[in-house]
């Protein structure tokens, strides 16, 4: 059933004359008649009593005419919450990152944009970053920050936020502590306190001890660096970690030296290619630009 037809059969019943309806309908009589004579053919009822000059509303109608309008209100008042949802949409972004966010500047650089745009709903996912890249291509995230991950889908785009450096996080009693720098390779024979297996760090600190030529001896893995932190300071073992969470947490009673050659890596801001970006995503984008 065509709504514009439900709406033409109310107006008409309110003025019980083609020409007034016709007016305020915005369409040419001939149409009004047109939409009345196909509506009617599809209720198989006359709704209307033709006079010379009127209409006046049949039996079926009147019992028609308040199911009409309860449909018509409902249509017109589903449109302008749609509209408005819509509108909500379009200021709402949905922003996917690593857990570590402060260290990076992500929490600073969130809050700022806020502040530019008062009227944007913020919604912020943490996760690893794999999920995160997963997140992006399946719509869940407008846009992630991400730590550089070697094989990225070629339909995300990518922007350099920030970066840092991995260290060595060891006991402060440790003979390489005074150290300026060291190789991993003087590491070889100690026990390791990683990230998680399958997170980004994990792979990049096995990676790095295997480039330097040894299976890391691996103690334990964990979901956070504080708990490393406390673990090294007691003496179970040694980490490799990025510099700039470490500085930003607590790390009284372990002393972090650089590892050389330095092994860098990048924090990204990933969003599709292919798909339309809202408005506010677009702002956000040309916000971390500048």
């Not at 009617?40 to 039996?59: A, G, M």
């Not at 964990?222 to 510099?243: F, H, P, Q, T, Y």
């Amino acid at each position: 059933m065509n709504i514009n037809y439900l709406k033409d059969f109310v107006i008409l019943a309110k003025h019980n004359n083609y020409l007034e309806a016709a007016e305020e309908l915005f369409i040419a009589q001939s149409t009004l008649s047109k939409h009345i004579q196909l509506l009617e053919k599809e209720l198989d009822v006359k709704l209307f009593i033709r006079t010379t000059r009127n209409v006046q509303l049949s039996p079926y109608g009147k019992e028609y005419l308040p199911y009409a309008e309860e449909l018509v209100r409902y249509y017109e008042e589903s449109l302008t919450d749609l509209n408005q949802f819509k509108d909500k949409l379009l200021q709402t972004i949905t922003i996917g990152t690593i857990p570590i966010m402060a260290p990076y500047g992500i929490t600073q650089a969130i809050m700022n944009f806020r502040k530019m745009y008062p009227q944007t709903n913020v919604h912020v996912i943490e996760a690893d970053s794999q999920k995160l890249l997963n997140f992006l291509e399946i719509g869940e995230c407008d846009i992630a920050f991400i730590r550089e991950e070697p094989k990225v889908n070629e339909k995300l785009a990518k922007i350099h936020f920030s970066n840092d450096h991995l260290v060595a996080v060891l006991p402060q009693a440790h003979r390489l502590a005074k150290s300026e720098r060291i190789t991993l390779s003087e590491l070889a024979d100690e026990s390791f306190l990683f990230l998680n297996q399958g997170t980004v760090m994990y792979d990049l600190s096995v990676n790095a001890c295997r480039n330097a030529g040894f299976e890391p001896s691996i103690a334990y893995t964990g979901k956070r660096a504080e708990n490393i932190l406390d673990l090294v300071k007691e003496g179970m073992g040694i980490s490799l970690l990025m510099e700039k969470p470490i500085t930003y947490l607590n790390s009284k009673g372990v002393t972090m030296v650089p590892i050389y050659p330095e092994i860098k890596t990048d924090i990204n801001v990933y969003h599709s290619k292919t798909k339309e970006l809202t408005p506010i995503t677009k702002a956000f984008i040309e916000f971390i630009c500048n």
